[in-house]
């Protein structure tokens, strides 16, 4: 283990990190694999059509009741509020055209034929590895929930559209208007006309209000929890990808292989309280040599490759703002660069000269080349 990490050379702290950091993603490629032919087992073993069956009848529940009884919920008078019957009307016969269709075509397509092609595509795909199998699923719920996405994408585009016109009616009254241009606001001298204008717009505004308002939270709530179970898929795959295999398997095959160099400290004796009074020779010393843990390497600033950044806005400041929440998995591809090849290269001789070791020169003749 020591000439696979060190490479038979000098130690030198950085390719020694990245080295650590190219056996890590090996491993948990390996484990990945590993995990995948287990699901493979399972579902070669348990899995049916019965498996399928509940998948339909949570599509049917969600589609075909809940949000449709949304829709009929909205429409009326929800939380006693009198919103605007003609435009909650319009939206919610919308919806409900929408979700109906789709829960349809969903019915028709979810035979035996198309169940048996996706337990045939879930098999295939967890040959392939855990990650791989996980991302099918998050495909999945994505494609499942493209008929809510569009009626919220919708209506959040409606809710920004009200918070913008809001916005403008109240800096109009105010005999201001926001320069784009400058991007700041400025005063204007407005007409009677434009007033007038404001005013109507501004009642349309106010009255429509509470109907989208209503229509955006209860969307925006629905959306949250598709979001919640693709997010916790991607923190699964994202899990697989990141986990700590290696160092967990280093420490528990030799915990002395992998370390930060020897440290020597002094220490004095300890001794009871009489005994100190009673001592009058000099104090004696203990020394302590000790070798010093190792702490995981951060695979991410090793290869190149960092962390997103999350300078961006957050979900809920989206959500207030009206800017549409997509689904956001959070992966990252992965480039090889020239010093990573480099590396590989270099790992794998190291490999050779393990395997020349432990099984002659027979076997490290196989690898030479």
Request: net charge neutral.
């Amino acid at each position: 283990a020591a000439l696979l990490l060190r490479g038979g050379g000098q130690p030198s702290p950085g390719v020694d990190r990245r080295r650590l950091a190219l056996l890590q993603s090996v491993l948990a490629a390996a484990c990945d694999v590993g995990l995948g032919f287990m699901i493979f087992g399972l579902l070669h073993t348990y899995a049916s059509l019965d498996l399928v069956e509940p998948c339909v009848l949570l599509h049917r529940w969600a589609y075909g009741r809940k949000l449709i009884s949304l829709a009929h919920w909205l429409m009326g008078a929800p939380a006693d509020f009198k919103l605007n019957s003609e435009f909650t009307s319009f939206l919610g016969g919308l919806c409900i055209y929408m979700f109906s269709v789709w829960e349809g075509c969903a019915r028709q397509l979810c035979q035996t034929l198309v169940g048996k092609a996706l337990l045939t595509s879930l098999r295939l795909c967890s040959l392939c590895g855990a990650t791989f199998f996980l991302a099918l699923c998050m495909d999945i719920v994505s494609l499942s929930a493209r008929p809510l996405l569009i009626a919220y994408g919708g209506v959040a585009r409606c809710w920004k559209m009200f918070l913008r016109s809001l916005y403008t009616l109240l800096l109009l009254f105010q005999g201001k208007k926001y320069n784009t241009l400058r991007s700041r606001v400025d005063h204007h001298n407005f007409d009677l006309e434009e007033l007038l204008m404001g005013v109507v717009l501004l009642s349309v505004v106010v009255f429509l209000f509470p109907s989208i308002f209503m229509y955006y939270m209860c969307l925006a709530g629905a959306w949250l929890a598709v979001i919640a179970v693709y997010s916790a898929l991607s923190a699964l795959v994202a899990w697989c990808n990141k986990a700590p295999f290696f160092p967990l398997v280093l420490r528990l095959a030799d915990p002395l292989v992998w370390h930060q160099g020897a440290s020597l400290s002094m220490r004095p004796v300890c001794r009871p309280p009489e005994a100190a009074v009673a001592a009058t020779s000099a104090p004696q010393l203990n020394f302590f040599l000790e070798l010093k843990p190792a702490a995981r390497p951060r695979c991410d600033a090793a290869d190149g490759s960092g962390a997103p950044s999350s300078g961006g806005p957050s979900a809920v400041s989206r959500l207030l703002g009206g800017d549409a929440v997509h689904l956001w998995h959070g992966l990252e591809e992965v480039v090889c660069d020239e010093d990573q090849e480099e590396l590989i290269g270099t790992t794998l001789r190291c490999w050779c000269i393990a395997l020349r070791a432990a099984w002659g020169a027979d076997a490290g003749s196989l690898w030479s080349s």
